[in-house]
């Protein structure tokens, strides 16, 4: 069941027919000793340069480690680079996968913006090591594509989201169902404020999301309401400034994210998850919060 889809009239399937995928059990998390906001890349970069707290965005980064072991998910480490200030936002520079077998494959990333590109040997390396097979994009025929930042596994289904238009090229996403095996819904992405699909797109378990609309074409927010039951909505506010989107739930019944959401908090424990708000000020200057300082590894 390779294949790409743009649209809801493409759809010829559920979810009951999308085979089961164990979750990954372990996160993988670059120190970030390095991490400044030294350049501007997204808009909420700008006017941010020079700003960072580099204690605080430690303090920060360890307490989110901890949660992470608090919930029962232990890390593994990689030590940031010195010049490459945005290595700490780790989900960025990989797409890792479980095949049937057990075995892990790894699909790296072409870095859309130059500053980040030496980011992904980093990665790839710690890939290798721990016996992961590698797989690469052509780089003649695809521009960019920045793991998964954009690409987002269904909980538990061999199911893949994808996010285009300002970090990934959607024809990233038909090499990677042809090796994968696996479909893509690909999402357009038409806010530059959300660059990434990680910012406004958080899958929580099974049958929930948590999205902000605006984020997307009408197309696309019809193939996630078509795919998921529960869809739950954060303000502009909440998307925007305090990254709600960007939390994760890695198990599919802990949700760590930015404190200070209140709407999408109260709205999350409704629905029976529990809540782990976090601090992640000084990275969102740098536009990233608690998804994007992470990479769930199996």
Known sequence: MSTVITSTDQLNFSLDDISKMSLPGRVLMVEPTYFSVEYVINPHMANKVGTVDKMEAQNEWDLLKSTFSQIGIESEV?????????????????????????????????????????????????????????????????????????????TGKKLLWGG??????????????????????????????????????????????????DAFTDEGL??????????????????KKLFACNATCPDGKNVIIQQGCTDVNKNLRDAGFAVHEVSTYEYLKSGGSVFCMKQMVW
């Open 78 to 154: 990689i030590e940031g680079q010195k010049d490459l200030a945005d290595m700490v936002f780790c989900a960025n520079q990989s797409l890792p996968f479980i095949d049937d077998e057990g075995k892990g494959h790894v699909f790296m990333s072409i870095m859309h913006a130059e500053q980040r590109k030496q980011e992904v040997p980093y990665i790839e390396q710690w890939f290798r090591q721990a016996g992961y097979e590698t797989h690469f994009l052509n780089e003649d025929e695809i521009e960019d594509f920045e793991g998964c930042g954009d690409a987002i596994w269904h």
């Open 164 to 213: 285009y238009g300002y970090r990934s090229s959607v024809k990233a996403y038909k090499r990677i169902a042809e090796t994968f095996g696996v479909p893509v819904i690909a999402l357009q992405l038409v806010d530059e404020a959300f660059y990434h699909l990680d910012t406004c797109f958080c899958v929580l378990d099974e049958e929930t999301v948590l999205i902000y609309p």
């Open 222 to 239: 019809k193939l996630i309401n078509t795919i998921f039951e529960n869809v739950i909505q954060a303000s502009e506010y909440e998307a």
